[in-house]
Nanobody, 114 residues
Framework: VQLQASGGGLVQAGGSLRVSCQAP????????MAWYRQPPGKQRELVGF???????KYADSVKGRFTISRDNAKNTVYLQMNSLKPDDTAVYYC?????????WGQGTLVTVSS
């Protein structure tokens, strides 16, 4: 199974966007879930993660602007992105905190225009 992120799109700098990712319950309920991103021409990087209890941690580059949340009833993890910058342009993926190769989906493209 692959985890499919959705909700990406084109947004102007300073704008907001929320992306989401639904996972099978067997994965979601047992794991710390994480968001990753891959900017054009760069390596994939960790954006942040959320524990099963809801504790979060973020990369310094997004701290204070991005918020990760999870809905355990829907097996869904969200990434709320505010104050977006052109440098946030990337394909965004969800996976477990220790990413599993078989879970990488296509990701969802977020493009921030200046």
């Amino acid at each position: 199974v692959q985890l499919q992120a959705s909700g990406g799109g084109l947004v102007q700098a300073g704008g907001s966007l929320r992306v989401s990712c639904q996972a099978p319950g067997s994965i979601f309920s047992r794991n710390i879930m994480a968001w990753y991103r891959q900017p054009p021409g760069k390596q994939r990087e960790l954006v942040g993660f959320i524990s099963r209890a809801g504790s979060t941690k973020y990369a310094d580059s997004v701290k204070g602007r991005f918020t990760i949340s999870r809905d355990n009833a829907k097996n869904t993890v969200y990434l709320q992105m505010n104050s977006l910058k052109p440098d946030d342009t990337a394909v965004y993926y969800c996976n477990t905190w220790r990413p599993l190769d078989n879970l990488w989906g296509q990701g969802t493209l977020v493009t921030v225009s200046s």
